[in-house]
């Protein structure tokens, strides 16, 4: 009997994902995304309660900067967007695809009651769809 290919974000998504905290630092996170292989992260409180999202491309120019100056870059705090696109667990994965052809986010939280329970990444939901389309 074949598997049953993903249908809803739950399916699909990264459980135990990287997340940061305001009080990293951008040096951390950048080393974080780096052997995580993620173009940013969700950033939580202590209580993984989602209050932001960091990307690389967030903090490329601080990074550069503070190379230049030779001076400690800031905290992911003082770069962080606090208002981040996220789905929930029971999201169908054919009505994200569709979201993601407008919004342009490549990591998506995946929140349940504004506790990160998850992350989404674009390949994720490519590679469900590919899977959904072979089953």
């Known amino acids: 009997m074949p598997n049953k290919a993903p249908t809803i974000v739950r399916e ?3 459980r135990d994902c990287y997340r940061v905290s305001g009080k990293t630092s951008v040096s951390n996170l950048a080393k974080g995304l780096s052997l995580h292989r993620l173009p940013g992260a969700p950033v939580v409180d202590a209580h993984d309660h989602l209050i932001g999202f960091i990307s690389e491309q967030d903090v490329l120019g601080k990074v550069l900067e503070s190379a230049y100056l030779n001076d400690e870059p800031p905290l992911v705090q003082e770069l962080m967007r606090n208002e981040v696109l996220t789905v929930t667990p029971n ?44 089953r």
């Open 12 to 14: 699909i998504m990264s």
């Open 91 to 134: 999201k169908s994965i054919t009505d994200l695809a569709q979201e993601m052809l407008g919004a342009k986010p490549k990591v998506y939280p995946v929140t349940e009651q504004s506790r990160l329970v998850g992350i989404v990444t674009r390949r994720d939901v490519l590679n469900a769809l590919l899977r959904m389309r072979h």
